[in-house]
């Protein structure tokens, strides 16, 4: 029962909002409890809902027919629980609909949500040069003992100044910690003894790891993928030359300076003639620099070579090796 600006900024994930207020109605009756009185804020805010009744009626009754059989109920909360929610409440209850209120609203939930993260988390990464599949890898791990969190999956963004080519719109940072709280949640609702996550830097585009879990991601050991440097430039050129030229060209603009004037131009003319493995060549020292910086902060790495083996035959082979414990 959030205001849409409320709602796109974070919420529970999978919710649907049906705001009682819009964002300028919500300002405008914030503004009357502050400066006027409480009396006068709900006086106001029956003012714009009521003639709303009949819509909301109809979005109730929408929202509860999609449900299961015996299951026609509602879960609702607002910010803190309060008038919004309970309000909504009583109009969903004398058509007869069962409802929950979460108590504390969305405020209570996103202390939860922050909580998630200073739980003890057996973590284990996957690290290793790009173009070494690891998000493929991970995906692809089916082992009862493995729960898998596809970081990159969930910010929609591969870590680099390319990350989001090719990928849906990224959400805000506090709906990538919500989701990525539901995760967690899933772990410990499962049987799996390790979670298994991608080595990656603290942002993933705008979205930024809570530092309680970054923190321990850094203790975390790690699986080094190594594959040899042909098979990992294949393997970007498929991923990468499906985007457009200019989509390319600026990414690699915003790391012109990192890339030195020599490498970006060499960068920028292989991809306006289309020759994917001079672009590929071209930046990938300095992917690579970047990804042995980060690496050396790491004590406890297990290296395995899996040079031309089939995601099947590399995860096979993982799992045959003496890992180190968590």
């Given at each position: 029962m959030r205001s849409p600006s409320e709602y796109s900024k974070g919420h529970w994930p999978d919710a649907i909002n049906i705001p009682l207020f819009t964002d300028n109605e919500?300002?405008?009756?914030?503004?009357?409890?502050?400066?006027?009185?409480?009396?006068?804020?709900?006086?106001?805010?029956?003012?714009?809902?009521?003639?709303?009744?009949?819509?909301?009626?109809?979005?109730?009754?929408?929202?509860?027919?999609?449900?299961?059989?015996?299951?026609?109920?509602?879960?609702?909360?607002?910010?803190?629980?309060?008038?919004?929610?309970?309000?909504?409440?009583?109009l969903a209850r004398t058509i007869g609909i069962k409802t929950y209120l979460l108590k504390g609203g969305y405020k209570s939930y996103r202390k939860w949500v922050l909580k998630q993260f200073e739980t003890d988390l057996p973590l284990r990464l996957i690290g290793g040069k790009t173009g070494t599949r690891k998000t493929d890898l991970l995906n692809y791990i089916n082992n009862e003992n493995i729960y898998v969190i596809d970081l990159e999956g969930i910010a929609n963004h591969r870590g680099s100044s390319f990350g989001s080519l090719g990928m849906k719109r990224q959400p805000t940072s506090q709906q990538f910690e919500n989701i990525l709280a539901e995760s967690v949640e899933?772990?410990?609702?499962?049987?799996?003894?390790?979670?298994?996550?991608?080595?990656?830097?603290?942002?993933?585009?705008?979205?930024?790891?809570?530092?309680?879990?970054?923190?321990?991601?850094?203790?975390?050991?790690?699986?080094?993928?190594?594959?040899?440097?042909?098979?990992?430039?294949?393997?970007?050129?498929?991923?990468?030359?499906?985007?457009s030229q200019n989509k390319l060209k600026d990414a690699v603009e915003r790391i012109s300076k990192r890339l030195g004037p020599q490498r970006t131009k060499e960068a920028l003319v292989a991809i306006e003639k289309k020759e994917w493995s001079k672009a590929c060549k071209a930046m990938l020292d300095y992917y690579d620099r970047c990804y042995e910086y980060e690496l050396n902060k790491s004590k406890n790495i297990n290296s395995i070579d899996l040079s031309g083996l089939?995601?099947?035959?590399?995860?096979?082979?993982?799992?045959?090796?003496?890992?180190?414990?968590?």
């Open positions: 919500r300002e405008q009756i914030g503004k009357s409890y502050k400066k006027e009185s409480r009396l006068k804020a709900i006086l106001n805010g029956l003012k714009v809902t009521l003639p709303k009744t009949t819509k909301l009626l109809e979005r109730i009754i929408q929202t509860t027919m999609r449900q299961e059989e015996g299951n026609k109920s509602l879960r609702i909360y607002c910010w803190r629980g309060g008038m919004r929610s309970n309000a909504f409440a009583w899933k772990f410990h609702e499962s049987n799996s003894i390790e979670i298994w996550l991608e080595a990656e830097s603290s942002n993933l585009g705008k979205c930024r790891i809570p530092n309680s879990l970054y923190n321990k991601m850094k203790k975390a050991p790690v699986i080094e993928i190594i594959k040899n440097k042909n098979e990992r430039i294949d393997y970007l050129v498929n991923v990468y030359s499906q985007n089939s995601l099947k035959l590399s995860l096979i082979k993982i799992l045959n090796e003496k890992l180190d414990p968590l």
